[in-house]
């Protein structure tokens, strides 16, 4: 009797290991581009969720090469929707692009979350919520901490991605709303034509299409063209993630950022960029929380799948402002 318990409980966990397997999900998690250290803390979150799931999902990071764009994104997820992956978390590199591999997704009933970067208005039927950074908000405090520096206004050139990236030109307008002081009716917003003493250098906004070594390059050229330049701000940390390259084209202006002669303020802050800072590279940093976003979506992708509620629409995970007076307290644990 006892080898028949045994033996009928031995089935049982069988059965039961095997129906786990069957039920376990695979939600891919799509990055505007890999190799990128933001990008890479999103990759770790989603790890660190997968490995607190028990089994109950697989975390699939797959994007973009380093300098892919947004056709290549689109035909990443339009393979994940042929592969029949149980959700997919994108962060758009080209908003409109991605609406028609969105669609695919939503004929073939997958749930599709966005992150760090959001769809068109007009598609925010095609994903379920986007989880990560009040994009608008960035750029807010990014122009906060120029005008604390140069609070007469001058001339700024603005760095950011992709011309067509939603995250980018929603930080854009927060920066221009903020420094003009009128809320404009879009992103990117209104250029700056001396609104509140502020006015943007011919040739600006410089866009990087997330290329660093461009980004370095672009400050370079704007510096050696406009060396009074009193303030450049990027929507994103292109040029510090590459620290040896921006090291070398920004410490000749270290005298001037030190004097407050150039309000150099950044976006984002990883551990790399706060190095920077702390070495006189800029003056301040606005920083997101990737590794959040990667952890939520796959959680919230679960719930999704398991009939419990979706996530709010949208869900912001948070931002850190930072200074050279702050650098050892202001990120959030």
């Not at 031995?10 to 290991?17: H, S």
């Not at 920077?276 to 796959?298: A, C, D, H, I, N």
């Amino acid at each position: 009797m006892r080898k028949l318990v045994l033996s009928t409980a031995v089935a049982l966990g069988a059965m039961m290991a095997a129906a786990s397997a069957q039920a376990e999900y695979t939600f891919a998690l799509v990055p505007k581009n890999m190799n990128n250290p933001f990008f890479d803390q999103a990759r770790d979150g989603c790890k660190k969720a997968e490995s607190e799931s028990a089994g109950a999902f697989k975390c699939e990071y797959i994007g973009p090469g380093e300098h892919g764009g947004g056709d290549e994104q689109v035909q990443i997820v339009l393979d994940l929707v042929a592969k029949g992956v149980d959700g997919i978390a994108v962060a758009p590199s080209n908003a409109a692009a991605m609406a028609v591999a969105l669609e695919a997704a939503k004929e073939a009933n997958i749930p599709v979350l966005t992150w760090d970067s959001d769809v068109l208005p007009e598609n925010k039927d095609l994903r379920i919520a986007y989880i990560g950074t009040h994009n608008y908000e960035i750029g807010v405090n990014l122009a906060k901490l120029a005008m604390a520096i140069k609070p007469k206004g001058g001339t700024v050139c603005i760095q950011s991605g992709g011309a067509a990236a939603a995250n980018h030109n929603e930080r854009m307008q927060g920066i221009r709303d903020t420094l003009s002081g009128t809320k404009s009716a879009a992103s990117p917003g209104d250029a700056l034509t001396g609104q509140n003493g502020w006015t943007e250098l011919q040739g600006c906004p410089l866009y990087t299409d997330d290329d660093f070594p461009r980004s370095v390059q672009q400050f370079e050229d704007i510096m050696a063209k406009t060396p009074n330049l009193d303030a450049f701000i990027p929507t994103g940390g292109f040029p510090q993630f590459i620290p040896d390259a921006n090291r070398a084209a920004v410490g000749k202006y270290k005298d001037k950022i030190a004097s407050k002669e150039l309000a150099l303020v950044v976006a984002d802050t990883l551990p790399v960029q706060i190095d920077q800072m702390k070495e006189g590279l800029s003056l301040g940093q606005v920083g997101q929380r990737p590794f959040e976003m990667g952890y939520k979506t796959m959680f919230a992708l679960r719930d999704i799948k398991d009939g419990k509620a979706a996530p709010t629409d949208p869900t912001y995970t948070g931002l850190d402002v930072c200074t050279p007076e702050t650098a050892d307290t202001c990120i959030a644990k």
